[in-house]
């Protein structure tokens, strides 16, 4: 009895189930966890990304709202690579373009400041949402991958059954583990990657209403500048 039940663990590891798969079915559980570790570096580098980024975005905030001289503060921060910063730096050079001569154009300048600053946002939140689309590629694939590993796997199950002409269980047994372990590979890349993609892109749908009021703050900030400069 002892026996029987160590050559069945065995028998049903994930390393002897990989072995005695067909190289089709191996090919799709490579590939699988090739994606599962992909996924996780991902995870693991876009939320510590995530995480400092929020930090830096409201410690700039809350130190440019207390700032005295908005210029001396971008001069200080003008090399920051913080999303924020760089709307900061789109709405400062659009301002000093649209005073640089005596005459001003106040709702065109009001209009182009909006635009700019709308811009750098929307660049900003494209570069920090970069590799986001692998997570949801490899959460939305991934169980489709794993099942064309299953349907393989039972087909060749029913190719046993011809070939031995015999439908014990010893036979097909072997196929359908091999098909299931497929599947589970599959969800074991997809799960974590749907969870990761909806948390980061609900922490990035956060910074860019961040950068937003803060865009929408400072454009407010420089309208009433404009009342004081000359037509």
């Known amino acids: 009895m002892n026996a029987i039940l160590n050559t069945d663990a065995v028998t049903l590891s994930p390393i002897a189930l ?17 994606a599962s570790i992909w996924t996780w570096a991902i995870i693991i580098g876009f939320a510590t990304k ?12 809350h ?8 210029d ?15 709307v900061l730096a789109a709405g400062v050079s659009e301002w ?26 929307a660049s900003e939140i494209d570069r920090l949402s970069d590799r986001l689309n692998i997570l949801a590629t490899v959460g939305s694939v991934a169980p489709f991958v794993g099942l064309f590993g299953t349907v393989w796997g039972i087909m060749r199950s ?17 196929g359908i583990a091999e098909a299931l372990f497929a599947t589970a590979i599959g969800l074991f890349a997809a799960i974590p ?4 993609y909806n948390r980061f892109s609900h922490g990035i749908n956060r910074i860019e209403a961040r950068l937003n009021r803060f865009a929408d703050g400072f454009h407010a900030t420089l309208s009433r500048q404009l009342e004081t400069e000359r037509r």
């Open 63 to 70: 130190d440019f709202w207390k700032a005295e001289d908005i």
């Open 158 to 174: 029913f190719t046993s059954i011809a070939t031995a002409q015999n439908t014990s269980l010893a036979v097909v047994a072997p």
């Open 18 to 34: 990989f072995l005695q798969a067909d190289l089709v079915v191996k090919f799709v559980m490579l590939g699988l966890l090739f």
């Open 50 to 61: 995530l995480g400092a980024t929020r930090k830096k975005v409201e410690t700039f905030e």
């Open 72 to 86: 001396a503060f971008y001069r200080k921060e003008s090399a920051s690579e913080l999303p924020i910063a760089k």
């Open 96 to 121: 000093r373009r649209s005073t640089a001569n005596g005459q001003v154009d106040r709702d065109g300048t009001r209009e182009r400041l909006a635009t700019a600053m709308g811009a750098a946002v």
């Open 193 to 196: 990657a749907v969870i990761a």
